[in-house]
């Protein structure tokens, strides 16, 4: 075994002596076989004559089936149109990062034609979305950058040569390295090519995976797949239906999915053409108008409304932008709400109001705590429902624990709720337990 300072000084000096026979195909030249759509419409990434072809939107992700540690992965790409934005990432989790349409790992950039005081076109090396690696040749940040000019301008090939070492990371731009990183988190995870606004190729993809030295602590692998899968597609509504009305204030935007808050006739609200039993669901959303102070009721940690000594509701001054949330299994009774209550998101209106219900019924669909982020910051739901129990996890939190829903429905389909303000959802995804 390598010692650290040997090891370090290997990986840094690493040239193609490896083995050429040690390298498998990572694409077959034929199909996707091997990749995963992460969170991108289908027509969105294509193989056909050798080569994956990205259309570049949404923005979004194709990523292997697997994970990798070391290796080393060499491909070609070009832009088909000057000022093209793309990326490869390596060492990335399975599904995207709150909120953005990226996935934490590190992103070697593939950039045409623009050059700025924080970035260039030439192969930066940068952890994005709670990653982290120590720049080499950085500019005081955490991005790296390449030491010389390498790269033909759109539509011309370019060829990557990526080596990923126990946290180390080089690249070569057309046969020469000029990127290097260290100290890299997680060091295990998927290979990823980058959608990004322009259309983009990719071909002759092959890895030759390396030995590692040691067994890596867990907060180095990447998140792995969970057996989600995409429930927008970026560019319009498939898959969804609402009131022709309704359907004029909910946009496809980009990664985003938009309601106005305008009003229209009939139920105004989102509904999945698919109906759903037992899943995990997966939900981003963020307010985005401006908050106006509101006097909102206070909610006991046994679902009743608290009360002033005189028998008046209890009231407490908040920023408010809003009230929305999503219905499961076609129910609006049994809504995960989204709202500036001070008892926070994540809790059951229908049932946590029921005054007919068993007290332990209506605490435990009432927050354990509050963990709504900022107005304005994304925010992410974890919705497990299974038979009639249901856990919400907001923003890492556990805010619904097992929480008994009697009478809901065994099937139905899950609508995103408009109830009067502009809000944003994003990163839907859905994994069927059943």
């Known amino acids: 075994m390598l010692r650290p300072l040997a090891r370090l000084l290997w990986m840094l000096c690493l040239t193609p002596a490896l083995a050429e026979g040690n390298f498998v195909p990572l694409f077959n030249g034929t199909n996707l076989d091997g990749w995963i759509n992460v969170n991108c419409a289908p027509e969105t990434w294509t193989a056909a004559q050798g080569m994956i ?60 034609g623009q050059e700025g005081n924080g970035y260039t076109s030439d192969g930066d090396i940068f952890p994005i979305h709670g990653a982290r690696m120590t720049p080499l040749n950085g500019r005081g940040g955490d991005r790296a950058f390449p030491t010389e000019k390498r790269m033909k301008p759109s539509p011309e090939w370019n060829h990557y040569r990526i080596e990923c070492v126990d946290g180390a990371i080089s690249l070569a731009v057309n046969g020469k390295v000029v990127t290097r990183g260290t100290n890299a988190s997680p060091r295990k995870g998927y290979i990823c090519l980058e959608s990004e606004g322009s259309p983009a190729e990719f071909r002759n993809l092959r890895i030759q995976e390396l030995p590692a030295a040691a067994a890596l602590d867990p907060s180095n692998i990447a998140r792995p797949d969970e057996g989600f899968r995409p429930w927008y597609n970026g560019l319009d509504l498939t898959g969804w239906h609402a009131a022709p009305d309704a359907l ?15 009003h229209g006739e009939g139920d105004p609200h989102l ?14 959303w963020r307010w985005v108008d401006k908050p106006n102070d509101a006097d909102l009721p206070v909610v006991l940690p046994d679902g009743t409304r608290a009360l002033n000594p005189d028998g008046s509701p209890r009231t407490l001054k908040v920023p408010n932008a809003g009230d929305s949330g999503i219905y499961l299994r076609g129910s609006d009774r049994s809504q995960v709400n989204i709202w500036c209550w001070p008892v926070g998101s994540g809790e059951v209106y229908g049932y946590r109001e029921d005054a007919k219900l068993p007290a332990d019924v209506r605490a ?10 900022p107005i304005g910051d994304w925010n992410r739901f974890i919705i497990t429902l299974r038979g009639d129990r249901l856990t919400v996890v907001l923003n890492d939190q556990v805010v619904i624990d097992n929480a008994r829903l009697p009478g809901i429905p065994a099937r139905g389909p899950i609508a995103l709720q408009h109830h009067g303000a502009p809000i944003q959802f994003a990163n839907l995804f859905v994994h069927r337990l059943d």
């Not at 004029?248 to 305008?262: M, R």
Request: charged content about 25%; proline content about 4%.
């Open 53 to 112: 072809h990205c259309t570049g939107t949404p923005t979004g992700e194709l990523r292997t089936t697997r994970m990798y540690q070391n290796f080393v992965l060499e491909l070609e790409w070009r832009h088909l149109r000057p000022k093209g934005n793309a990326g490869v990432f390596v060492w990335a989790d399975a599904l995207t990062a709150r909120g953005q349409p990226f996935i934490r790992g590190i992103e070697v950039q593939v950039l045409d």
């Open 364 to 373: 435990a669909v009432t927050p354990k705590l509050k963990a709504d982020r």
């Open 271 to 284: 509904w999945s053409d698919e109906e759903f039993g037992d899943f995990i669901l997966v939900a981003d």
């Open 248 to 262: 004029k204030h909910w946009k496809a935007d980009d990664w985003t999915l938009t309601h106005d808050g305008g």
